[in-house]
T-cell receptor, first 112, second 112 residues
Framework: EDKVVQSPLSLVVHEGDTVTLNCSYE??????LLWYKQEKKAPTFLFML????IEKKSGRLSSILDKKELSSILNITATQTGDSAIYLC????????????FGAGTQVVVTP | NAGVMQNPRHLVRRRGQEARLRCSPM?????VYWYRQLPEEGLKFMVY????????ESGMPKERFSAEFPKEGPSILRIQQVVRGDSAAYFC??????????FGEGSWLTVV
């Protein structure tokens, strides 16, 4: 059975800290892994990763995929209170585009 | 370019009534997806539709739930004879073919 596991489930950090979120997956016919940020409403797209070892970066956020380890990490540097959210990882396979399998998410709380 | 539009944003139904949720995809997007998020759980795929076609409904409950995406007008997710367990956030997403999906703000259904 396919599964996507995120860790930790939640964490609390102080502003300015760096956080690293993990996503591991076990799926057949892996195609891509996506990261979303959810703040009590619509999940907002962050990154899509298809090739192993290539870092995607957007401001203070970055992510990288390791296909050998079947995992991805999402880094947030110099965290701000506005980074408080649930971060979702999703995996899609080659045989079922659109049927994203989501992990349970990591809740990040950034305190002032 | 307007995002994915969902309505209503909040809906309250008594047990046994019908709930009808609507979704208009982003301009230029021909693929629509419905996901459900139960309290304290991650997003679960329900159905993937193109205009007038259901591509993958493997995540839809076998009874009471149906979805359509007609040639004209929004996609509709219909839940007949709602029960308390149907209370959840229902997210619609859309995409161009084979590209990342973008979520709407969600419709929160409460069954009383």
């Amino acid at each position: 059975e396919d599964k996507v596991v995120q860790s930790p489930l939640s964490l609390v950090v102080h502003e300015g800290d760096t956080v690293t979120l993990n996503c591991s997956y076990e799926v057949t016919n892996f195609r891509s892994l996506l990261w979303y940020k959810q703040e009590k409403k619509a999940p907002t797209f962050l990154f899509m990763l298809t090739s192993s070892g290539i870092e995607k970066k957007s401001g203070r956020l970055s992510s990288i995929l390791d296909k050998k380890e079947l995992s991805s990490i999402l880094n947030i540097t110099a965290t701000q209170t506005g980074d408080s959210a649930i971060y979702l990882c999703a995996v899609v396979t080659t045989d079922s585009w659109g049927k994203f399998q989501f992990g349970a998410g990591t809740q990040v709380v950034v305190t002032p | 370019n307007a995002g994915v539009m969902q309505n209503p944003r909040h809906l309250v139904r008594r047990r046994g009534q019908e709930a009808r949720l609507r979704c208009s995809p982003m301009k230029g997007h021909s693929h629509v997806y419905w996901y459900r998020q139960l309290p304290e759980e991650g997003l679960k795929f329900m159905v993937y539709l193109q205009k007038e076609n259901i591509i993958d409904e493997s995540g839809m409950p076998k009874e009471r739930f149906s979805a359509e995406f007609p040639k004209e007008g929004p996609s509709i997710l219909r839940i007949q004879q709602v029960v308390r367990g149907d209370s959840a956030a229902y997210f619609c997403a859309s995409s161009p073919p084979g590209d990342t999906i973008y979520f709407g703000e969600g419709s929160w259904l409460t069954v009383v």
